[in-house]
């Protein structure tokens, strides 16, 4: 259920750019991408792709239909160096990059790929560590409320009264003099 293809003439930066459109995706959804898609890279991954469904037919007796691109690499491989001539006898350097392409299927279950034991466990473990910190995350929060409440509650207590105006001062102690003599 694998395919690899050594030194293939296409830059790994061009190469890649295709092979994330169908990274995880089922053989037919990915065989329609590629054969939609107006790439050099499409046409090599394509053929690629092919090559990795008749391995999974003939050696391992799999339903093509049923398998999912379980993992698709492109690494850089070595690269031809040519070069332009310049003036004065200089010549400026090109590099042709080549790439390797590692293909292979899997056979998808209900909730996707299959999983061995091991990556099982990793997932439960990084399931049971996320959860730990978003309740330690939560419990500092909910703590940092209380506090803030209770500043902010003591700062109600000490608040002062409202600045009265001198003006006002005048007025309402002129008003208070007359009312006193009026009532005298």
């Given at each position: 259920?694998?395919?690899h293809?050594k030194s293939?003439?296409i830059?790994?930066?061009?190469?890649?750019?295709i092979?994330?459109m169908?990274?995880?995706?089922?053989v037919?959804?990915?065989l329609?991408?590629?054969?939609?898609?107006?790439?050099?890279?499409?046409r090599?991954l394509?053929?690629?792709?092919?090559?990795a469904m008749?391995?999974?037919?003939?050696?391992d007796?799999q339903?093509?239909?049923e398998?999912v691109?379980k993992?698709l690499?492109?690494?850089?491989?070595q690269?031809y160096?040519r070069?332009?001539?310049?003036?004065?006898g200089?010549?400026?350097?090109i590099?042709k990059?080549?790439s390797h392409?590692?293909l292979t299927?899997?056979?998808?279950?209900?909730k996707?790929?299959?999983?061995?034991k091991?990556?099982k466990?990793?997932k439960e473990?990084k399931e049971?560590?996320?959860?730990?910190?978003?309740?330690?995350?939560?419990?500092?929060?909910?703590s940092?409320?209380?506090t803030d409440?209770?500043?902010g509650?003591s700062k109600k207590?000490t608040?002062?009264?409202p600045?009265?105006?001198?003006?006002?001062?005048?007025s309402s102690?002129?008003?208070d003099?007359?009312?006193s003599?009026?009532?005298?």
């Open positions: 259920m694998k395919a293809l293939t003439r830059a790994p930066k061009k190469a890649n750019l092979a994330k169908i990274r995880g995706k089922s037919s959804e990915a329609e991408i590629l054969e939609s898609t107006n790439k050099n890279a499409a090599i394509e053929r690629l792709l092919r090559s008749a391995n999974a037919q003939n050696n007796n339903n093509p239909d398998l691109i993992s690499i492109v690494n850089q491989a690269a160096h070069g332009i001539p310049m003036a004065r200089r010549v400026r350097s590099r990059f080549l392409i590692s299927l899997g056979v998808a279950d209900k996707g790929i299959k999983e061995t091991g990556t466990e990793k473990k049971k560590d996320s959860s730990q910190k978003i309740k330690n995350k939560v419990k500092k929060d909910s940092k409320s209380k409440t209770e500043k509650s207590k608040t002062s009264s600045k009265v105006s001198a003006k006002s001062k005048k102690d002129s008003s003099s007359s009312v003599s009026a009532s005298s």
